[in-house]
């Protein structure tokens, strides 16, 4: 681990949660997007560098930069470990409830609960090297100590 970089996994997987559960809705709709869309990660050029300018040109780096986030969502998603991927995919692309997804997974709840706040601590982790590859200032759900 790195110095200073000592992550607080409850509050960063509340901070994922969060972000997957709610704040993902508005730049889906923002960027035209549905859930279903990052299932496949089907990637596109995403801007290094916003532009400044009038409210029209706002408008389009707002549609852009949610263009982006979603991007870094489907990257995100699709680099975690196969058991983080699957969960995250169950429960917030499928909207299974977290019951469902421990019983189809075989997992007690008790432990179902554990993997799920360690997929959302490993998609912080990968959403924010995405992001900051993107060039997205505020891409950082981790919680440090």
Request: net charge positive; with cysteine; charged share 25%.
């Amino acid at each position: 681990m790195l110095h200073g970089l000592d992550i607080d996994t409850k509050a960063t997987a509340e901070n994922a949660r969060q972000f997957l559960a709610h704040d993902l809705d508005k730049y889906l709709a923002l960027a035209g997007e549905q859930r279903d869309g990052l299932k496949s990660p089907t990637i596109t050029g995403m801007p290094k560098a916003k532009p400044a300018g009038n409210s029209t040109e706002d408008s389009y780096i707002r549609v852009i930069t949610a263009t982006a986030i979603v991007d870094c969502v489907k990257r995100a998603i699709a680099n975690c470990s196969q058991r983080s991927r699957e969960i995250l995919t169950l429960c917030y692309l499928d909207s299974l409830a977290d019951w469902k997804i421990a019983q189809r997974m075989n997992y007690s709840f008790s432990r179902y609960k554990d993997l799920k706040r360690q997929a959302l601590c490993e998609f912080a982790g990968r959403y924010l090297y995405q992001a900051t590859s993107a060039g997205i200032d505020d891409g950082d759900l981790n919680v440090y100590k």
